[in-house]
């Protein structure tokens, strides 16, 4: 069983930076992928950015690229997302999930590959 513990989260300006961690319990951490997902109010849930346990990233969702950056710390057993250039848009809950094993060739933006998720963090972009 894999505990997910967001934070990080908050009230930033646009245009400002804010950096989310996923704290994991457990002592595995490294055989799983990792990935982050947000849902706005009244939105389906969204993907975001997913990290092999090996820290290849084969996929980040376009609204993101170039702005945020997923990576993960296999020794403290965490995940991060570090979020630049933010924007009205990107206020969302924010949620990680974890999936073990798979591949690069594995579809990763599919949410229903994930085995466990935290309860998500708010992030909340103001003009």
């Known amino acids: 069983q894999v505990q997910l513990v967001e934070s990080g989260g908050g009230l930033v300006q646009a245009g400002g930076s804010l950096r989310l961690s996923c704290a994991t319990s457990g002592r595995t951490f490294s055989r799983y992928t990792m990935g982050w997902f947000r849902q706005a109010p009244g939105k389906e849930r969204e993907f975001v950015s997913a990290i092999l ?75």
């Not at 991060?80 to 690069?104: F, I, P």
């Open 53 to 127: 346990g090996s820290g290849e990233t084969p996929y980040s969702a376009d609204s993101v690229k170039g702005r945020f950056t997923i990576s993960r710390d296999n020794a403290k057993n965490t995940l991060y997302l570090q979020m630049n250039s933010l924007k009205l848009e990107d206020t969302a809950v924010y949620c990680c999930a974890a999936a073990y094993g798979g591949s690069r060739y594995t579809n990763w933006r599919n949410g229903g590959l994930y085995d466990y998720w935290g309860q998500g963090t708010q992030v909340t972009v103001s003009s």
